[in-house]
């Protein structure tokens, strides 16, 4: 049924993706340096 594709983007430490029909909780962690990537 893809409920739970359509969900906001967890981007920093602590924010959190919950899928309740399929039972998954996703969490985020890290320092939150806020740089995924550098490149020259």
């Known amino acids: ?5 359509r969900t ?3 981007r920093s430490p602590g ?3 919950i899928c ?3 039972r998954m909780v ?3 962690e890290g ?3 806020g740089i ?3 490149t020259q």
Do not use: E, F, S
């Open 1 to 5: 049924d893809q409920i739970c594709v």
């Open 8 to 10: 906001t983007p967890a």
């Open 15 to 17: 924010d959190q993706i």
């Open 20 to 22: 309740v029909p399929n």
């Open 26 to 28: 996703i969490t985020v």
């Open 31 to 33: 320092k939150g340096t």
């Open 36 to 38: 995924d990537a550098l």
